[in-house]
């Protein structure tokens, strides 16, 4: 069985600080999924990297694939109580098949005003 | 465009009655997913459907849980006997096609409430 830990578990930081979270796990993924969950709703999919030592941007957010495939960090610069959510990685098995994805124990994320 | 659609959005019920999740997949998307989210065990895959077939229903907790797809529109999640430890939020998810590199669509989630 694949499995994804994320940490921290929660994190709770004041508007405008920095901040890092990590998906760890001991398997290998084709690719890796982040989501973004508020209350109330479900999952929205933010980036997916791919290649190993990918970097993706998405505004104040940087997503890192590690090169052995096997962990991601998000780092969040500049924070704003808009990205107060919980933040869920996901990795795929396989890039085509149908192996299910593996979704990781999540970062709650609280941004103080 | 619509997204993924649940109903209903809360489902409060007693101990021993059955109880349907329904979902509408967003339109031209072949595969759908149903999970279970708690504090505990955070979001877990129940089971998943391509072209209306299930793939795999390995994270289906026992007999007293049911899904189908009748149609490409269309799917349910049936529980019966409903037990309290049941009590979650049920999300359906839909994709073009798998898993893969594919984005999950979301829809907002039932939260269920068996006393």
């Known amino acids: 069985t694949q499995l994804l830990e994320q940490s921290p578990q929660f994190l709770s930081i004041q508007e405008g600080e920095n901040l890092t979270v990590y998906c760890n796990s001991s398997?290998?993924?084709?690719?890796l999924q982040w989501y973004r969950q508020e209350p109330g709703e479900g999952p929205v999919l933010l980036v997916t990297v791919v290649t190993g030592g990918e970097v993706k941007k998405l505004k104040r957010l940087t997503f890192q694939f590690g090169d052995a495939r096997k962990d991601s960090s998000l780092h969040i610069t500049a924070a704003q109580p808009g990205d107060t959510g919980l933040y869920l990685c996901?990795?795929?098995?396989?890039?085509?098949?149908?192996?299910?994805?593996?979704f990781g124990t999540g970062t709650r994320l609280t941004i103080i005003p | 465009d619509a997204g993924v659609i649940q109903s209903p959005r809360h489902e409060v019920t007693e101990m021993g009655q059955e109880v349907t999740l329904r979902c509408k997949p967003i339109s031209g998307h072949n595969s759908l997913f149903w999970y279970r989210q708690t504090m505990m065990r955070g979001l877990e895959l129940l089971i998943y459907f391509n072209n209306n077939v299930p793939i795999d229903d390995s994270g289906m907790p026992e007999d007293r849980f049911s899904a189908k797809m009748p149609n490409a529109s269309f799917s349910t999640l049936k529980i019966q006997p409903s037990e309290p430890r049941d009590s979650a939020v049920y999300f359906c998810a839909s994709s073009l096609w798998g898993t893969g590199n594919q984005p999950q669509h979301f829809g907002d989630g039932t939260r269920l409430s068996i006393l």
């Open positions: 398997s290998v993924f084709s690719s």
């Open positions: 996901a990795g795929a098995p396989s890039r085509f098949g149908n192996e299910k994805l593996t």
